[in-house]
């Protein structure tokens, strides 16, 4: 699955992705995190991160809340495009977040925590999951982290993702993988890896060594949109004949530029002029450029840039 992702996950990202996803594979992808005070009071067809395409397959809305004032509503309006599921955001650490007591702040709370995901199971018939850190602190409290994880599985979380840093780490540092190992043994539900899943490689080993029953992969996937294709591949899940993705670095290398021609279409496809498509372009350039030899130097051709 590809993770919610601040002004990325949008249609167009989201379909470029399924492009390179083969059939029958249907992976999970999600929204970018959508504020349950906003969502009662938006059209659908306006809000530009509530869009969809017409029989979007399995995808996943993400809830940023904690009052069942908001989150009731939003959960009902979101209902009419068919999603998956729902996921239920406690892990983000930006200052806007944790100023309304949202994201990674729910952590603190293991009670309030599992009212929040009762409350949105009431409001729905699909499957509910939350997206959380491995803690609130510079270290991580293992005792804590199992207790809340429990408190949030009895509350009738359908499924977790744990993202193996904690709040102060935010994406930097080493991922605490043998935390995730010690969380997966103890539940029941199946929880998800999240953090520094970067190749086809990284996503089996965490499924292989630490116990994973899935894995969520994010910034990765805006310069690797064909890793899921990659991780079907090298799981044999390709039919004899099938086409093979880009694997080396020179075949990835050549996709890359490839590939954004591709989104280019998408986001044209999608957004009007004035939504400003090319900034969307930017910010996912922004992020995958790093990857990228002389990535530097293309982000800021790329940057000066006026028009698709």
Not at 34 to 44: A, F
Not at 57 to 84: D, R, T, Y
Not at 215 to 232: D, F, G, K, S
Request: a neutral charge.
């Amino acid at each position: 699955m590809v993770a919610p992702m601040v002004k990325v996950s949008h249609v167009a990202f989201r379909a470029w992705v399924r492009s390179y996803t083969p059939e029958p594979i249907r992976p999970l992808l999600f929204t970018e995190m959508l504020s349950t005070r906003r969502i009662p009071s938006q059209h659908l067809d306006e809000a530009q991160f509530l869009r969809t395409y017409p029989g979007e397959p399995a995808f996943i809305p993400q809830l940023l809340g904690n009052e069942e004032k908001f989150i009731v509503p939003s959960v009902q309006k979101l209902s009419a495009l068919s999603p998956w599921g729902f996921d239920i955001n406690m892990g983000c650490p930006s200052k806007k977040t944790l100023s309304h007591n949202w994201g990674v702040l729910l952590m603190g709370d293991k009670k309030y925590a599992a009212d929040v995901v009762r409350v949105t199971k009431r409001a729905c018939s699909v499957p509910v999951s939350v997206k959380m850190r491995a803690g609130i602190g510079e270290k991580v409290d293992l005792d804590y982290l199992l207790q809340f994880t429990e408190a949030i599985e009895e509350a009738g979380a359908d499924w977790m993702t744990l993202h193996c840093r904690t709040k102060v780490q935010r994406h930097t540092g080493v991922p605490h993988w043998e935390v995730f190992s010690a969380v997966a043994k103890e539940r029941s539900i199946p929880v998800v890896a999240n953090g520094d899943i970067q190749t086809a490689e990284d996503a089996i080993r965490v499924m292989t060594e630490f116990g994973a029953d899935g894995a969520m992969i994010a910034r990765a996937a805006t310069v690797r949109p064909w890793i899921l294709w990659q991780i079907a591949h090298r799981l044999g899940l390709l039919g004899e004949g099938a086409p093979l993705p880009p694997l080396t670095r020179e075949e990835e290398g050549s996709e890359y530029f490839r590939s954004l021609y591709r989104l280019c279409g998408l986001l044209e496809q999608f957004f009007t002029d004035e939504e400003r498509p090319l900034d969307k372009l930017k910010v996912i350039v922004g992020i995958s450029h790093r990857w990228l030899l002389f990535g530097h130097a293309f982000w800021l051709k790329l940057n000066r840039t006026q028009s698709l």
